[in-house]
């Protein structure tokens, strides 16, 4: 069985420090080999003391990490100008969806959808107006079966692949 846990911050720094580990290991079984700003990226950041964590752990061990913060103004929000197109000023406050992670030997197993199901409850409760999302592949069509609709095309081209934007409201 699969035990789901939530925590704000650093209040598990373990898992944080695991869930860095994943990242790099995902990153490396899609076949990206992060080095420069891409490995600092990965890394353990300012956004993660003050984010809400989600995390699937089986038989003690980290197997997927997702993450939601929320956000008062844009310049609150790292790399803003991705969603700057797409974020209006009476849509604060908002959602962000970051780095959900699902280590390959446990995709297909409903991970990523009891990752983002929780994300949406915990920006709900957390009264904002509207969560955003950047995404690519056939996550977009996953946020769109949970009613996220595409924005448009993002400005980051840090990372391979066609990445969009997306917005569901939470009202």
Avoid: K
Avoid at 7 to 29: A, K
Avoid at 58 to 86: K, N
Avoid at 154 to 168: C, K, T, V
């Amino acid at each position: 069985m699969i035990e789901q846990l939530v925590f704000v911050g650093r209040e598990r720094e373990d898992l944080l420090l695991l869930g860095e580990q994943l990242r790099q290991t995902v990153w490396l079984m899609n076949g990206a080999e992060p080095s420069g700003a891409l490995r600092q990226a990965l890394a353990i950041d300012a956004l993660d003391a003050v984010a809400v964590h989600v995390a699937f752990l089986h038989v003690g061990r980290l197997v997927a990490l997702a993450q939601v913060s929320t956000h008062s103004s844009l310049q609150s929000i790292r790399d803003g100008e991705h969603f700057a197109p797409y974020i209006r000023e009476h849509d604060f406050p908002v959602a962000l969806f970051n780095r959900l992670l699902v280590h390959p030997a446990y995709r297909e197993q409903g991970l990523a959808r009891r990752a983002d199901e929780a994300r949406l409850l915990i920006a709900a409760r957390s009264a904002t107006h509207a969560v955003f999302v950047e995404a690519r592949g056939q996550r977009i069509s996953a946020l769109e079966s949970l009613g996220f609709e595409v924005c448009g095309p993002s400005a980051d081209n840090r990372y391979p692949g066609h990445w969009s934007i997306l917005r569901r409201d939470t009202a």
